[in-house]
């Protein structure tokens, strides 16, 4: 099981750290990934972090303002969102790929448990 937390409503330029905390299993060998949905939009991809190493992926859209790190002892991965812009607005979703130290990248399609969301509004 999955749990995000962090989310509200934050200004323009504002930031936020969004946590993804895993229940059940042990998170070490396995990718997380955070993906958002804004209304009307589909699902899209923000940023994963895999194992070996913690090697992070990053939409271009996030970039240089998403930061995402994890903690294999707390069974959780954050989420730090700076510089916050209305677009960044939507439903932010945690997901974990159950295959063995692999990468799917922001693939949405190769990752197996969902969590329930958790709502960020960038607005003033």
């Known amino acids: 099981q999955l749990v995000e937390s962090g989310g509200g409503l934050v200004q323009p330029g504002g930031s936020l750290r969004l946590s993804c905390t895993a229940s059940?299993?042990?998170?070490?060998?396995?990718?997380i990934g955070w993906f958002r949905q804004a209304p009307g939009k589909e699902r899209e991809g923000v940023s994963s972090?895999?194992?070996?190493?913690?090697?992070?992926t990053y939409a271009d859209s996030v970039k240089g303002r998403f930061t995402i790190s994890r903690d294999d002892a707390k069974s959780t991965v954050y989420l730090a969102m700076d510089s916050l812009k209305p677009e960044d607005t939507g439903v932010y979703y945690c997901?974990?790929?159950?295959?063995?130290?692999?990468?799917?990248?922001?693939?949405?399609?190769?990752?197996?448990?969902w969590g329930q969301g958790t709502q960020v509004t960038v607005s003033s």
């Open positions: 997901a974990v790929d159950l295959n063995l130290y692999w990468d799917p990248g922001l693939n949405q399609y190769e990752y197996d448990v």
């Open positions: 972090i895999a194992n070996p190493h913690s090697r992070a």
């Open positions: 059940g299993f042990r998170m070490e060998p396995y990718t």
